[in-house]
């Protein structure tokens, strides 16, 4: 699946800003300074729907290995010491079920700039394909707009998830994963833990971004991430 | 729980200062290294890179698998901005004992090296410390040009002419590693993998200006308010 940067996001439009006019001019000419999110454009995937998600089974692999297990809703104990040494599945569709989200996902890269590209699609999720896959060591991160130019988008209700919640994520061949919110966290973008984000791990792991915090109409961007830390409770077969 | 880091702010007049002189002196744009070849962190990167090292992706000079020490794990995280040609990192080995030991300068190294194949050292690193306790860690920034302390087969030191742009073209083309006194071949190794820069742009800010919008609405409406009132209060002052 290819991926085409075509537009440049606040963040670029913000380096060009930073740099000598000439240089700023020259890229706000020759490609233009676009919104927020639509710093490129993933191929329209038609990947599967997402398959029901399997019942919550409870079953656990062990007892939390998190340091910052928040709430009293993963007192199932999701197994986030299990060491994943396969390479896991591309994942295909996510649920979210208390937050009345169920999508499909696209495949995102990283950007001409090093960011991380982003669904064009405001109502789109996608599934950086850089990193790791559900069943595999590795973090697995999703991402969606919280809001478009004029009203909510797909992760609205991102920030409602709180420890215990249930996500799901069905992979390419059927698998539904079952994911257990660990914990939430904002950061600002221009101090971004990426190494806690994106860092390469032995666990099978979780994240979901979105944006939050004040919307800079100068950068036409939104100043902090919203990310929701989720770890493997068990899988099962799609139904 | 959720928990809202500090906000970093560095953008201000030395920025503005900085590129003047940029734009003055683009021979002025090298990265200015301390006397131990340690520079300042970037204000921006190009790129950056994350890798899992593992004892079970040692191997030897001739390519045959050769295991480091069983329960060890290395954390490697670079930033690169290959225009200044600096490269930044944050190195944390765990389950690693005894001394570091190497032909290069240091032990801890990214070699020019695809996964379970060898290959020359291209970087060498301050060495994660302290030796007998965990975690160990290393981290700081380096500039080129690098030399590693290591002679390769045309007599050069195997970091000369390296750029960090070719990390860049084929991360997969290189690997991270460390190397102890017991294991020489390599405590821990694993192949360099790209993450993104920075946070994600994931929104419009359609909702805040909606909020926003309500709120001039209903400002509008108080105004238009207080304005009737007001006027009413005049027509009976002026009926009384």
Known sequence: MSLTPVQLSPRTAERARRRPFWVAAALAAGLGLSGCGAETTADAADPPEAAEPAEATGQTGGSSGAEETAGTGGADGPDSSAVSSEAGVPPVGVSIPSIEVDESLIDLGIAADGTMEVPEDWDDVGWFDGGGMPGGAGPTVLAGHVDSTTGPAVFHRLEELSAGDEVFVTDAEGTVHEYRVERTAVFPKDDFPTQEVFGVLPEDELRLITCTGRFDQEVQSHEDNHIVFAVPVDSADAP | ?240
């Open chain 2, 1 to 240: 729980m959720t928990t809202t880091s500090s906000r970093r702010r560095t953008i201000g007049a030395g920025a503005t200062l900085g590129a003047a002189v940029l734009l003055l002196s683009p021979t002025m744009a090298q990265a200015s290294t301390e006397a131990d070849g340690s520079v300042e962190r970037p204000d921006e990167f190009t790129s950056a890179f994350s890798v899992m090292a593992t004892p079970d992706q040692v191997i030897d000079a001739d390519g045959e698998v050769s295991p480091g020490e069983e329960g060890a794990t290395g954390d490697f995280m670079f930033w690169i901005n290959s225009e200044e040609e600096v490269i930044c990192y944050e190195i944390t080995l765990t389950g690693v004992t005894g001394d570091y030991e190497s032909p290069a300068d240091t032990a801890t190294h990214i070699h020019e090296a695809a996964a379970g194949e060898p290959g020359p050292p291209r970087l060498a690193f301050p060495n994660p410390e302290p030796v007998g306790d965990e975690p160990r860690t290393s981290s700081g920034c380096m500039a080129g040009p690098f030399t590693t302390g290591v002679e390769g087969d045309d007599g050069a030191d195997t970091g000369e002419g390296f750029s960090l742009a070719e990390i860049e073209a084929n991360p997969a083309g290189f690997t991270g590693d460390s190397h102890t006194e017991e294991f020489a071949d390599g405590v821990v190794r694993g192949q360099l993998a790209q993450v993104p820069l920075d946070g994600i742009e994931t929104g419009g800010g359609g909702m805040q200006q909606s909020s926003t919008q309500t709120g001039v609405f209903a400002g509008m409406g108080v105004l238009a308010l207080a304005g009737g009132g007001a006027w009413m209060l005049m027509r009976r002052n002026q009926n009384a």
